[in-house]
């Protein structure tokens, strides 16, 4: 029985990074209890971190420049790629 909590409380843990790494943390959290926690962990671990911390453009930090359509940070008043000047968000 006790396995079973240790089992659950990982699959949160898991959950809970996925979370943390911009990702579903109930469908990473699913996926740990069918494949394990350790398993889910590795995987989450292999995957891409989406989160806007990890520098990654995401729409909530960056836009696209109009000019080369290129990911700029939201308060950029120049294009780093091409020099336009751009009007902070
Ligand atoms: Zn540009």
Same mark, same amino acid.
């Given at each position: 029985?006790? %396995? =079973? =909590?240790? /089992?659950?409380?990982?699959?949160?843990?898991?959950?809970?990074?996925?979370?943390?790494?911009?990702?579903?943390? /109930?469908?990473?959290?699913?996926?740990?209890?069918?494949?394990?926690?350790?398993?889910?962990? %590795? =995987?989450?671990? %292999?995957?891409?971190?989406?989160?806007?911390?990890?520098?990654?453009?995401?729409?909530?930090?960056?836009?696209?420049?109009?000019?080369?359509?290129? =990911?700029?940070?939201?308060?950029?008043?120049?294009?780093?790629?091409?020099?336009?000047?751009? %009007?902070?968000?």
């Amino acid at each position: 029985m006790l %396995i =079973f =909590f240790v /089992w659950v409380a990982l699959c949160v843990a898991v959950g809970m990074l996925a979370a943390k790494r911009g990702r579903s943390g /109930w469908g990473w959290g699913l996926i740990s209890v069918v494949i394990s926690p350790l398993l889910g962990c %590795i =995987f989450l671990l %292999i995957a891409r971190d989406l989160s806007p911390a990890s520098g990654v453009p995401h729409p909530t930090t960056h836009v696209k420049c109009p000019d080369c359509a290129e =990911f700029v940070l939201k308060d950029a008043r120049k294009c780093k790629h091409c020099g336009t000047a751009l %009007i902070p968000q």
